[in-house]
């Protein structure tokens, strides 16, 4: 088995010396790979609009009236049934998106490059909270919202980052992480630190002092602005791990709305998936957990990397908003290193005596001890247009890592690798 | 030491297994610790197995 050793080392040395840095802005049918005017992307492993829940229909719905392809919600619905409307995921675009994950052409977007490796990643701007498109709402505050960052916060944020020039978010990350963020559902210190990162360069951009101001008091007023960009700093470290061969480190989950999938780096491209969970959480008043949709989004690529609720233990504030105490907080990252095969060499938690954030979930070692890795997560309600009803903890279904085990063993057992 | 004087001092108890046990001596305000345990792979006899196959390999 010193095979599977060596190809594990081999992926912890690509997801530990990965280097994100945010390098510019475009619009996604500009920079995305493969991106096009009828091409949507969304949140989670492969599905089709048949199967998709009430939220990512919503949101599919408000970005088809987003792009001008649909002018009312039936319409909207009519064209996404039709078959001319190609849906993919965003990890099959070296993107990835939050809740819903939908990301339409004509969307601006981040773009991230992994220094070390040359990949790249991209991710929308974050929406801020409320009823946004991401948690399914299509209403026209949502798209007239949309319309103001694509027509006045992404000309800005471009032009600033081109003054500025590449900001390593691995550097702001692991701040962040020491100042009680775990940058999945807690972004407050690292959104603080981009500001202060970014000030001066949009002060000197082109733009009149009135946008400006809308633009420093969108992001203020918005904890998780952050949030996207920690996960394509997440999915540009983990994707070159893709594909090393025999490896049996996850390096992608994310999910639908209906199904969670994984992706183990010996194994490639091949989605391992089940049902998506409904979370157990804190929520809003007078919601339940009887309006909740099963889990969605694709930013559990944090916890992937061993950030988010691998790393809850940094960031004790988080469990006022998922429920529980400071002392499940640690808990959770305790248990993690249960699961994982070595520690962060940037990703130090205060809390944890500076232990590295646990990383490199190993499937073998999910399935021998049963532990599942935790994430945590916002809630989005069932029903498409509503929005988020609350955040808690949620855990993927145990057959994602027991089929990609024995998928795995095939695999070996196919090349004559097992005696 | 026969049972009797185990008895007699104060107990530190670890608990594996059924976590009612845990439970019951907490409600007594017994310091106790339980153990998160699970058998190998949950049990699974296919998943054990194929995980002894991995650490058979060539």
Redesign the interface.
């Known amino acids: 088995?010193d095979?599977?050793e060596e190809a594990n080392k081999k992926v912890l040395e690509i997801i530990q010396s990965a280097q994100p840095t945010l390098i510019g802005m475009g619009v996604a049918k500009d920079v995305v790979p493969g991106m096009h005017k009828h091409m949507m992307l969304h949140a989670g492993p492969p599905i089709t609009w048949e199967k998709m829940s009430g939220p990512l229909r919503g949101a599919v719905i408000g970005g088809l009236i987003y792009e001008g392809l649909a002018s009312t919600p039936e319409e909207a619905e009519k064209l996404a049934a039709s078959g001319d409307i190609e849906f993919d995921p965003c990890h099959h675009h070296s993107a990835v998106g939050p809740m819903a994950g939908v990301v339409t052409a004509s969307m601006p977007v981040f773009i991230l490059e992994n220094k070390t490796y040359g990949n790249k990643s991209y991710c929308t701007q974050n929406e801020g909270l409320g009823t946004v498109l991401r948690f399914g709402a299509f209403s026209d505050q949502v798209i007239t919202h949309l319309k103001w960052m694509e027509k006045t916060l992404y000309p800005i944020m471009k032009e600033a980052i081109e003054i500025h020039g590449p900001i390593d978010l691995k550097n702001m990350i692991a701040q962040a992480v020491q100042m009680g963020d775990e940058v999945h559902n807690r972004n407050k210190a690292a959104t603080s630190l981009f500001i202060r990162e970014i000030a001066s360069s949009i002060l000197k951009t082109n733009s009149s002092k009135e946008d400006q101001v809308k633009v420093f008091d969108f992001m203020n007023s918005n904890d998780h602005f952050f949030l996207n960009l920690s996960m394509p700093a997440a999915k540009a470290s983990l994707d070159p791990a893709g594909g090393v061969k025999h490896s049996t480190v996850v390096y992608t989950m994310c999910r639908n709305g209906t199904e969670f999938g994984i992706r183990v780096a010996g194994l490639g491209d091949r989605w391992f998936t089940g049902p998506a969970a409904i979370i157990d959480g804190l929520y809003f008043p007078g919601y339940s957990m009887a309006d909740a949709n099963p889990d969605i989004g694709d930013s559990c690529i944090t916890e992937t990397l061993g950030i988010g609720g691998f790393s809850m233990a940094t960031a004790p504030a988080i469990v006022q908003f998922v429920g529980g105490t400071p002392q499940d907080a640690v808990n959770y990252t305790t248990?993690m290193y249960e699961i994982t095969l070595e520690e962060s060499n940037s990703y130090k938690l205060p809390p944890m005596n500076f232990r590295g954030s646990p990383t490199g979930i190993d499937i073998?070692r999910v399935?021998?001890?049963?532990i599942l890795p935790v994430i945590n997560t916002g809630i989005a309600h069932k029903d498409a247009g509503v929005g988020q009803v609350g955040a808690g903890v949620v855990y993927p279904p145990m057959n994602c890592f027991?089929d990609a085990?024995?998928a795995?063993?095939e695999l070996?057992?196919d090349e004559g690798?097992?005696? | 030491m026969s049972v009797n004087e185990l008895f007699k001092e104060d107990l530190k108890i670890i608990n594996i297994g059924l976590e009612s046990f845990y439970t019951e001596l907490k409600a007594q305000d017994i310091p106790s610790i339980h153990v998160?345990w699970?058998p190998?792979?949950?049990g699974?006899r296919k998943?054990a197995s194929?995980?002894g196959?991995?650490?058979?390999?060539?």
């Open positions: 088995m095979f599977i248990r073998r399935v021998e001890t049963q027991e085990l024995e795995y063993v070996l057992d690798l097992l005696d | 998160q699970k190998f792979a949950g699974n998943m194929l995980l196959k991995l650490k058979s390999s060539k």
